[in-house]
């Protein structure tokens, strides 16, 4: 079992940046795969970015793609999403998720494990 939580969410004009942050429990980290998703009201969830157990692969949404970056510290238990140059469209509700093995999927069927979300609010 793997518990996440998400920090980091906040209001940002456009342009700006943020850091997101998701800590894991557990001694097994590094076995999983980590994933950001995020949700906009009325929408469906949708995936952002994805890294595999070591972070030698990221697999990014082609949306934020040259915007965001994933990355991780297996030695903290952290997932990071650093977001770039943030758009009105990026506000949504952002969760960090965790699967075993790595697999480039878009789906969130394939993730086991989700946080509780941190918003993140994009104004003019």
């Known amino acids: 079992q793997v518990q996440l939580v998400e920090s980091g969410g906040g209001l940002v004009q456009a342009g700006g940046s943020l850091r997101l942050s998701c800590a894991a429990s557990g001694r097994t980290f590094r076995t999983y795969t980590m994933a950001w998703f995020r949700q906009a009201p009325g929408k469906e969830r949708e995936f952002v970015a994805a890294?595999?157990?070591?972070?030698?692969?990221?697999y990014h949404a082609a949306s934020v793609k040259g915007r965001f970056t994933i990355s991780r510290e297996n030695a903290k238990n952290t997932v990071y999403l650093q977001m770039n140059s943030l758009k009105l469209e990026d506000t949504a509700n952002y969760y960090c998720a965790a699967r075993r093995d790595w697999i480039r999927t878009r789906s969130t069927k394939e993730y086991d494990y989700w946080g509780q979300g941190t918003q993140v609010t994009v104004s003019a």
């Open positions: 890294i595999s157990g070591s972070g030698t692969t990221t």
